[in-house]
Structure formats: C-alpha cells, structure tokens
C-alpha cells in the first residue's frame, strides 16, 4: 500500500500550509519540494528562475521529486508546476496518493498577495493571468487520484476532508484484497 501523501496544485492553493499540517495529524514526516531545493541550491525560487531561469529549476526540481519519492510515511507539498513533466506523477505516483488542491482564482490571488515573489507572476498578477495559467495547467492536474476545493475552507476542514478520503480508500482497498 502507497505509503506518502503527495499534495499537488496550483499555487496558492494550501499545499506546504495543509501539508505541514497533515503531517502532524497523520503522524508523518513533512517534505516540502520547494524547500528543499531552495536548502539544497542555497538559493530561493524567485533566485533559481531570476538566475538561471525555469528549465534549471524544473531540472532542480526533477532530482528533487526523484530523491523524496523514495522516501516512505511522508506528506509532500510539490510546486505548483511539478505535474508538468510526466516523470514527476510517475515516480511521485509509485508511493504517493496525489491529491489535487484547488481555488478558484480570487482566493489564490486574494493568498498570494499582489506582493508576493511568485516567479510566474512576477510581471502579471491578475485573476486573468491567474485564470490562463489554470486553465493551461488544468489537465496535467487530472493526475490525482483526489481533488479538494479549498475555497472558503478553513484548514482543519480541509484536513477533515483529507483524512475521510484516506480512511475511505483504505476501506476500499482492504475490501478489493478480500
């Protein structure tokens, strides 16, 4: 049975708050991809893009899923663009219940703040660009096996959520064993 949690979604959606979280109630590691790749680089996303720009950090990004989905009993927090190469949901895939997050644009804006250092936002923060880049991302995101709406939601909700789905499809799989 997979034993990791795998937070996908776009940003702003809740993923390294509810996965941090999660983890405690699950009593499992935490594993946010993001941090580790700023810990392992010495440098911060919006440094990593400004610098090297977005094929080097997809490729930071590549050796990072690659290293933490081996490790077991964990919740990972993935960037928001970790479901664009299909290697990632792979190997994520192999020990990972993913479960997709979601907003809608308003709340990730009204998250993020208009002075945030989003790297893909930089220059357009608007629900139109916030809009187009969900749209574009939408179905690289239908790789999860759960989807949660986090609008309006307070975190322990979406944790409530979260822990009923687990429950549910370990009922589902122990029956399916039977």
């Not at 919006?46 to 090297?52: L, M």
């Amino acid at each position: 049975m997979k034993s990791n949690i795998v937070l996908i979604g776009f940003m702003g959606t809740g993923k390294s708050s509810i996965g941090r979280q999660l983890a405690k109630v699950l009593q499992k590691d935490f594993i946010d991809t993001d941090q580790e790749i700023e810990r392992l680089t010495g440098l911060t996303i919006p440094r990593i893009f400004a610098k090297h720009g977005e094929v080097r950090f997809r490729s930071e990004e590549k050796l990072m899923v690659k290293k933490v989905a081996k490790r077991e009993n964990c919740v990972i927090s993935t960037g928001g663009g970790v479901v664009l190469a299909p290697e990632n949901v792979a190997e994520l895939k192999k020990n990972g219940i993913l479960i997709c997050l979601s907003a809608s644009p308003e709340t990730i804006l009204a998250r993020i703040g208009r002075g945030s250092n989003r790297p893909l936002l930089r220059k357009k923060k608007s629900i139109e660009e916030i809009r187009r880049l969900l749209e574009d991302r939408e179905p690289y995101y239908r790789c999860a096996d759960f989807y949660i709406d986090t609008t309006g939601l307070q975190t322990s909700e979406i944790i409530e959520k979260i822990v009923q789905l687990l429950r549910e499809r370990g009922r589902d799989h122990a029956e399916s064993k039977s």
